[in-house]
């Protein structure tokens, strides 16, 4: 294994894995099955053929196009994977606002029940671009030839993995003030720079119930405000120009236990606060009460009869 021989290590850790369990851990790290895309990808329109999803500046991008005129407007996504040999992609126009309201996050997309739904494109592809026990990466060839969102699916094997393309110009510039639980939101168009008003922006924090929504002014700004947790945002211009974010930083005060009333019970029957107690922590002193309570009957049975303070016949004589 330390000679990056993972076929022969793999051989000699099965002869030992009964007995070693670092063996067999070894077995399960090297033959393990990997699949994932990216959970967001753009493409800027005019300037796919040829530079797929990898992130280069627009004037680079604008020369790729000019050199390859007659290219088909395909856009890549790099699918990276592990000990699989093919993989089974479709590919869905979907309108990435209702689908995170609906979701509320990206997470788990794969779930996402599209019997009856025709895709766009079904395929597939052989992954022969990877070592066996090393993880690799194809480049997948999408003909997204229109703006708008499309969710990628693929599964290979039991795996499943799904992404988001993004076929628009938007981008986001986002300001978030951790302190205050606000995101600053800067729409624009990542050709031309110009700020884009009138755009429909959605925040929400990952603890917060409610989405935050609003419309970008002449400048393109739109403020959230009480935004708690890590924010995303998901901004849309018309029917099929989207752009998202998701940040990283916790924003605003963290969650704390507050004190709870019960039914009144104080001086002139007013309610009395009390913390929050845990479910584990009510059971320990629920249990300890009993064993107490059980305790003392033990010692009551069996403890020596206490002398009357009666009069014994015998003194009576």
Do not use: C, H, W
């Given at each position: 294994d330390a000679r990056h021989q993972p076929a022969e290590a793999v051989g000699y850790y099965r002869q030992?894995?009964?007995?070693?369990?670092?063996?067999?851990?070894?077995?399960?790290?090297?033959?393990?099955?990997?699949?994932?895309l990216?959970?967001?990808?753009?493409?800027?329109?005019?300037?796919?053929?040829?530079?797929?999803?990898?992130?280069?500046?627009?004037?680079?991008?604008?020369?790729a196009a000019k050199l390859e005129p007659d290219a088909a407007a395909a856009s890549q996504v790099d699918l990276k994977f592990r000990n699989l040999t093919d993989v089974d992609v479709k590919v869905y126009a979907v309108d990435l606002m209702?689908?995170?309201?609906?979701?509320?996050?990206?997470?788990?997309?794969?779930?996402?029940?599209?019997?009856?739904?025709?895709?766009?494109?079904?395929?597939?592809?052989?992954?022969?671009?990877?070592?066996?026990?090393?993880?690799?990466?194809?480049?997948?060839?999408?003909?997204l030839e229109k703006e708008g969102a499309y969710l990628v699916m693929a599964r290979g094997g039991n795996l499943y993995t799904s992404g988001i393309v993004l076929v628009s110009p938007l981008e986001l510039e986002v300001l978030e003030e951790a302190d205050a639980g606000r995101v600053r939101v800067r729409v624009r168009d990542?050709?031309?720079?110009?700020?884009?008003?009138?755009?429909?922006?959605?925040?929400?924090?990952?603890?917060?119930?409610?989405?935050?929504?609003?419309?970008?002014?002449?400048?393109?700004?739109m403020v959230a405000e009480?935004?708690?947790?890590?924010?995303?945002?998901?901004a849309r211009k018309g029917t099929a120009q989207y752009a998202f974010h998701r940040g990283?930083?916790?924003?605003?005060?963290?969650?704390?236990?507050?004190?709870q009333t019960v039914a009144p019970n104080g001086p002139g029957g007013a309610a009395m606060p009390v913390l929050n107690q845990s479910l584990e922590h009510n059971i320990q002193l629920q249990n300890s009460s009993n064993r107490?309570?059980?305790?003392?009957?033990?010692?009551?049975?069996?403890?020596?009869?206490?002398?009357?303070?009666?009069?014994q016949v015998d003194q009576a004589r």
């Open positions: 030992v894995a009964d007995r070693f369990t670092d063996a067999a851990g070894g077995v399960a790290e090297l033959t393990r099955a990997e699949l994932k990216p959970e967001v990808a753009v493409v800027r329109p005019g300037a796919q053929a040829g530079v797929g999803l990898r992130s280069i500046p627009a004037a680079v991008a604008e020369v209702r689908l995170y309201l609906t979701r509320r996050n990206l997470d788990a997309i794969a779930g996402i029940d599209l019997a009856g739904i025709r895709p766009l494109l079904e395929k597939s592809i052989p992954l022969g671009g990877g070592k066996p026990f090393a993880e690799g990466a194809e480049a997948i060839d999408l003909p990542a050709v031309t720079g110009a700020y884009v008003p009138k755009a429909q922006v959605k925040v929400i924090g990952s603890d917060n119930p409610k989405f935050i929504s609003g419309e970008t002014d002449l400048r393109g700004v009480g935004v708690r947790g890590t924010a995303t945002v998901v990283k930083t916790y924003l605003g005060q963290q969650a704390q236990q507050v004190p107490m309570q059980n305790i003392k009957r033990l010692e009551d049975r069996y403890s020596p009869a206490k002398p009357s303070q009666g009069v």
